[in-house]
C-alpha cells in the first residue's frame, strides 16, 4: 500500500476516533444533568443501583482474568512414617515385599546420580520408534501383533549438549487387557525424573486424564506429538493449538516432531500395475531434544526431591489400598465371629421374644470391634443410640426379616424343618451379618460413626435377599447347629 494511502487511512481512523469520544462525553454530560434534575432520594437509589451493578462487574472481571491456581501435588507422606504403616501391614500379614522393593529402587537411582525420562502413551503412538532414534544403538523389543512394549526397558541416550540420559520404554496404555502392563508403565512414570507423554493426534479422554495423572504427581512433562509430518504446516499448527489448550496446566511444553521408523504405501508401476514399498522415514526431533535438555538441565540431584515426592505419593496410594483390603478382611472376620455368637446366643434362648436384637452385649462388643478396627473413637452413648436406632429398625421390619430366613431356610433340607429355634437363630445371623457389614462400610467410607448412613445400609441390607449372602450364613447357623446337637463325652 503506498505510504500517502496508508495516511490517509491512519487520519480517517483517527478522527473517527475523536468523533466517538466527543459523542461519548456529549452524552455523559447529558446524562449527568438529567441525574442532577432527580430528586435526591432517586439519586441516591440510582447511584446505589449503578455502584452495585460496577461491584458486579468488577467481580466478574476478576474471575474471568484471576490467575489460574497451581495444581497441587498429590500428598505425599514422609518415609519414616510410611515405612512404619509397611511394617504394621507385614505383621499383619500383608505381602509388603513389593513396596518395600519400589523403596530400594529409589534409594538405587538416587545414587547412581543419572537422569531418567520415561516414554509415556498409548499403544502404538511410536515410543519404541522414538527409543531407536533416541538411542540408535539400543536393542527395542515389541510384539510384532500389536506393536506394544510387553516389559519395561532401560536405554543410555545422548542429549546434544553430551549429556547422558536413561530412556525408559513403558508398556502403552488402553491396551486391551493389560491392566497389569498399564500398571507397569505408571509405576515407571512415577519413577523417573521427566516424562515424555507422547501422542498421535487430538487427545482423546483418556489421554487427558492420563497426562492430568501425572501432572498431579508433580512430574516434569513434555507433550509431544509424533508422526507430525502427516499433517501441512497449517494443520499442525491447529493441532499444536489444541494441544497446548488441553495441557496447558499439565505439560512444560508441546512439541512436534516425527520419530521416523518405517511406512508402507502402494507404488503405482509404469506398466500400470501396483507394488507395496516399505521405506524408512528420516526422524526430526530437534524441538523434543530442545525441550528435553530445558526440562533436565537441573540435573539429577536437583531434580530428585520431586521424583521422591512422586514415588513415596504413589507408595501411600498403593499402602492406603493395601490397608483398606486388610481392614476389610479383618472386618469380615469380626462380622462373622458375632453373627456366629449371636446364632449360639438365639439358640441357647428357647423363646427369643417379639425382639429380635436382644442380644445387645453383642451388639455393643460389634461395635466396638469395628470402631476400633477403623480407628474410629466413639463414646457409649454414640453406641448406646445406635444399638437403640438398630432395634427401632428391627421392630418395624422383624417379619421381612423372619420371611427371609425362613425362605433361606427351604434352600437347605432338613434345616427348615428343625423348627423355630433354627429360624430365630438364622434370623439373628442376618441380622448382625448386616448390621456389621453396613457399619464397617459407613466407618470406612464416613471415618466416623453416622448413624443415618449406616442405618439405611442396615435397611437395604436387610431387604437384600442376596443367595450367596444368604447360603453362607445358613451355612454358618447349621454348623452351630450340629456342634451343639453333638454328643459330647
Known sequence: MPRRLRLLFAALALAALLWLLFAAAERALALAQRFLALPSWL?????????????????????LLRPRPRRRPVPAPDRGSLEQRLDRLRERGADTASLHAELGELDRRRGSARVYVALFGEISTGKSSLIRA????????????????REVGHYDGTLPDGRALVLADVPGSREAGGEAHETL??????????????????????????LRWLADF???????????DQWNADEREQ???RLRRQARDSAAAVVAISAGGSERF?????????????RQRAPALEPLLSALARLTAPGAAALEPLREHAVLAGLHQRTGAMEAQARAAEAERIVRSYARRAVVGAMAAVAPGSDLLIQGALATGLVRALAGLYEVPVSD?????????????????????????GNA????????????????AFAYALIFDSMGRALAASLAERKALDQHDAGERMRRLLDDGDDGRLRQLASLTLEAWRERERPTD
Open 185 to 210: 508403565a505408571r509405576e515407571e512414570a512415577l519413577r523417573a525424573h521427566a516424562v515424555v507423554y507422547l501422542c498421535a493426534g487430538d487427545l482423546t479422554r483418556g489421554q487427558a486424564e492420563e
Open 43 to 63: 439519586q441516591w437509589t440510582l447511584g446505589g443501583a449503578l455502584l452495585a451493578f460496577a461491584a458486579l462487574g468488577l467481580a466478574v472481571l476478576w474471575w
Open 266 to 278: 502402494q507404488r503405482r508401476l509404469a506398466d500400470g500395475r501396483t507394488e507395496q514399498v516399505e
Open 381 to 405: 452413648v454414640q453406641i448406646d443410640d445406635f444399638v437403640r436406632q438398630a432395634r427401632l429398625t428391627l421392630r418395624t421390619g422383624s417379619s421381612i426379616v423372619l420371611a427371609i430366613a
Open 409 to 424: 431356610l427351604k434352600a437347605f433340607p432338613g434345616l427348615g424343618t428343625l423348627g423355630g429355634g433354627v429360624l430365630h
Open 239 to 241: 493441532l499444536l493449538g
Open 134 to 149: 533416541l538411542a540408535p544403538h539400543a536393542h527395542v523389543s515389541s510384539d510384532a501383533r500389536g506393536g506394544t512394549t
Open 218 to 228: 508433580g512430574k516434569p512433562l513434555l507433550l509431544a506429538l509424533n508422526k507430525a
